[in-house]
């Protein structure tokens, strides 16, 4: 019997096989590509009225393995996922279907709740743009210098001036 879960730790399978304890091949160990077709590798133990082992392979691992008993008698798995000539084969399974969508009711609630909560969010920002800015005004009202009402430039005004010194120099000069 084979069982096959998903590992939670390496979100990989996990193949169980399981034989009655009284097997008439006695100690079995289960032999394939998954332990490079080593036989001892994986035992099956004992426990109660049946004998297992377990292996984790990849998810999508195609496992090919056969069962190895005493005397070197091989015999193969009737349950794998088909029997090919010398082998058991064990096809990775299915990933799960994906859960089932929302009603569309509860969609179209969950939708106009989030607009709703899209509005008043957009109306706090307005509201907090609008008082920066109100408060950058202010600031720049009582902040800002008053500024002189700008002379006009004239023609006289425009020539370069001369230095104290140069002046002194030129009267000097004269």
């Known amino acids: 019997m084979l069982k096959i ?3 939670t730790k390496t979100r990989g399978q996990k193949i169980t096989f399981t034989l009655p304890a009284d097997h008439p091949a006695g100690a079995i160990s289960v032999v394939g590509n998954f332990n490079d077709w ?3 590798a994986n035992p099956l133990v004992k426990r109660g009225k049946s004998q297992s082992t377990s292996v984790v392979v990849p998810a999508d691992y195609i496992s090919v393995f056969r ?3 005493e005397n070197g008698q091989w015999f193969d798995e009737p349950e794998a996922s088909y ?3 010398g082998a ?3 096809v990775p399974q299915a990933k799960p279907a994906p859960r089932t969508r929302k009603p569309a009711a509860k969609k179209v609630a969950e939708k106009s709740a989030t607009k709703k909560v899209a509005e008043k969010v957009a109306e706090k920002v ?3 743009v609008e008082a920066v800015e109100d408060a950058a005004q202010a600031v720049e009202e009582k902040v800002a210098p008053k500024k002189a009402p700008a002379k006009r430039a004239t023609k006289a005004s425009k020539a370069p001036r001369a230095t104290t010194a ?3 120099a030129a ?3 004269a």
């Open 126 to 128: 307005t509201e907090v």
């Open 38 to 40: 080593t036989p001892g």
């Open 88 to 90: 058991s084969v064990v």
């Open 83 to 85: 029997v090919d000539e």
């Open 5 to 7: 879960t998903r590992d």
């Open 67 to 69: 069962y190895l008993g």
């Open 171 to 173: 009267k000097d000069a």
């Open 166 to 168: 140069k002046k002194a």
